[in-house]
């Protein structure tokens, strides 16, 4: 079994470094890390008085509440595709 090569990614994310270890591509990394940072960004500009931890908080839970809305859509569009498929049988 062949093991995938990890490459380490240096990202600033709200004016901290971090070195990103993983298996997907420096550029992959660097997007991901620039959304988490437009979006601490934007909620920091509506609640300057957040901390940073609190602030992290709620750009994770703002990211989890998108993933699940794409999983709800996701699979309502895959459910009618396959009531499609059906009745063309």
Same mark, same amino acid.
């Not at 437009?38 to 909620?43: A, G, L, N, P, T």
């Not at 709620?58 to 989890?64: C, F, S």
């Not at 396959?82 to 049988?89: F, G, M, Q, V």
């Given at each position: 079994m062949s093991q995938t090569q990890k490459k380490r990614t240096?990202?600033?994310?709200?004016?901290?470094?971090y070195v990103i270890v993983g298996t !997907?591509?420096?550029?992959?990394?660097? %997007?991901?890390? +620039?959304m988490v940072d437009? #979006?601490?960004?934007?909620?920091g +500009?509506?609640?300057?008085? %957040?901390d940073v931890s609190k602030l992290a908080v709620?750009?994770? %839970?703002?990211?989890?509440n998108d993933l699940i809305n794409l999983r709800d859509r996701y699979e309502k569009l895959e459910a009618e595709l396959?009531?499609? #498929?059906? !009745? #063309?049988?």
């Open positions: 240096t990202v600033d994310i709200y004016g901290q470094q !997907e591509s420096s550029s992959h990394i660097r %997007l991901v890390a +620039s437009d #979006k601490m960004r934007e909620i +500009s509506k609640n300057p008085s %957040l709620l750009t994770a %839970l703002n990211a989890i396959n009531r499609e #498929k059906d !009745e #063309k049988r």
